[in-house]
Structure formats: structure tokens, C-alpha cells
């Protein structure tokens, strides 16, 4: 059984800045590629931001770019948000999703729970 336990969001000023973490825990081989997806109120899910393995990062959405950072521990099998600049329209669920592998022949997504993020003065 794997599981994935996200950390840190909650209320910030716009402006200001969160740094989200989700760690892995369970039977798990490896991890590959990791990332964040966000659900903003009445809105579909979106890729924030993948790493892989290697460290090679992907901001899927150019108005996070610059001000998001996504990071990788693999000694500790977490993922890091780091969140600077913080504008209302950042408001949504933040959800960490890891490509985890279990044994040789199987690997499959696994889904943090989700933490709230909201900016507001």
C-alpha cells in the first residue's frame, strides 16, 4: 500500500508565498516523474508542474513560471512546491500525484488528498 501525505497550504495575502510538500510512504521500488495539479472553485484540474527522476522540471502553465518551483527529494521520496508571488487566481486544492513503482512488471499514479491553498487579502 502506498501513501501520499501533503503538507502546508492554507491562507496567504497576495504576495505572499507557501511552500507545499507531499511525501510518499509504503511498499515503493522507485519514483519517477512527480508533479502538482491544482483545482481552482468550478474548474477542471490542471498540471502545475512535473519533475522527473533526474530532475529535469516542466511548468505546464507560463503564469506560474518564474514564480513556482518545483523540487525533488528522492532520498525521502517527497516533492516540494515552493510558491512565491502569490495572486488570488492561485487559489485552488493543490493536489502532488507520483508515478510510483512497486515491483518489476507494475507502477501506476498515486494522489495526495489535496491541500487548500487560498490568497486573499
Known amino acids: 500500500q502506498v501513501q501520499l501525505v501533503e503538507s502546508g497550504g492554507g491562507l496567504v495575502q497576495p504576495g505572499g508565498s507557501l511552500r507545499l510538500s507531499c511525501a510518499a510512504s509504503?511498499?515503493?521500488?522507485?519514483?519517477?516523474?512527480m508533479g502538482w495539479y491544482r483545482q481552482a472553485p468550478g474548474k477542471q484540474r490542471e498540471l502545475v508542474a512535473t519533475i522527473t527522476s533526474g530532475g529535469g522540471t516542466n511548468y505546464a502553465d507560463s503564469a506560474v513560471k518564474g514564480r513556482f518551483t518545483i523540487s525533488r527529494d528522492n532520498a525521502k521520496n517527497t516533492v516540494y512546491l515552493q510558491m512565491n508571488s502569490l495572486r488570488p487566481e492561485d487559489t485552488a486544492v493543490y493536489y502532488c500525484?507520483?508515478?510510483?513503482?512497486?515491483?518489476?512488471?507494475?507502477?501506476?499514479?498515486?494522489w495526495g488528498q489535496g491541500t487548500l491553498v487560498t490568497v486573499s487579502s
Open positions: 500525484q507520483m508515478r510510483v513503482v512497486v515491483s518489476t512488471i507494475f507502477s501506476f499514479d498515486a
Open positions: 509504503g511498499s515503493i521500488i522507485r519514483i519517477n516523474t
